[in-house]
């Protein structure tokens, strides 16, 4: 295994394991924060949701660019 092989199946588990942390606890912090104010609990969960795609999103741009391409 290369080590850029290497490192990029950790930055991958890493933010695997960050994911399933927040989908797991996402329940109890929207409904923690729903029972303070609904619309802040929904915009919470939604930012919570949205930021594994945007994770994601970011790093295949700084591939990319690291690429050259």
């Not at 695997?16 to 329940?27: E, G, K, M, R």
């Not at 729903?34 to 802040?40: E, K, V």
């Not at 969960?45 to 990319?64: E, I, M, S, T």
Request: aromatic share 14%; glycine share 10%; no cysteine.
């Amino acid at each position: 295994m290369t080590p850029e092989a290497k490192s990029q199946a950790i930055a991958a588990g890493v933010i695997l394991v960050a994911a399933i942390l927040v989908i797991y606890f996402l329940p109890t912090i929207v409904i923690g924060i729903g029972q303070y104010s609904p619309i802040l609990g929904f915009v919470v969960g939604a930012l919570l949701l949205l930021g594994f795609f945007a994770v994601f999103w970011l790093r295949a741009r700084y591939q990319k660019n690291r690429r050259g391409e």
